[in-house]
């Protein structure tokens, strides 16, 4: 069984920030990366972060780069972001996702989401 465990959303004003995290939880597998995914009403789901699990790289969406920093915590197996400079238009349910090496293939699992609201 693989879980993953999203934490950190909640309601920030405009210029705020918050952190979000998210645990991979099983067993049986390896990362090749992980990474967030938001949704807005009416949206299509839109890449905002990932982090490659072996050396670090990350990969930021052009909308929000220089406002949030992905990192990777690989004894917990854990994935952050955090978000600096919030706007309303990050308004989102926000996604973990992590690319997940098991009995050879590697397939990608989602948390539940988790709710971010910009708002003043």
């Known amino acids: 069984q693989v879980q993953l465990m999203e934490s950190g959303g909640g309601l920030v004003q405009p210029g705020g920030s918050l952190r979000l995290s998210c645990v991979v939880s099983g067993s049986g597998f390896s990362i090749g990366a992980m990474g967030w995914y938001r949704q807005a009403p009416g949206k299509e789901r839109d890449f905002v972060a990932n982090i490659r699990w072996s050396d670090g790289t990350t990969n930021v969406a052009d909308s929000v780069k220089g406002r949030f920093t992905i990192s990777r915590d690989n004894a917990r197996n854990m994935v952050s972001l955090q978000m600096n400079s919030l706007k309303p238009e990050d308004t989102a349910v926000y996604y973990c996702?992590?690319?997940?090496?098991?009995?050879?293939?590697?397939?990608?699992?989602w948390g539940e989401g988790t709710q971010v609201t910009v708002s003043s």
């Open positions: 996702n992590a690319n997940l090496r098991r009995f050879g293939i590697t397939s990608p699992w």
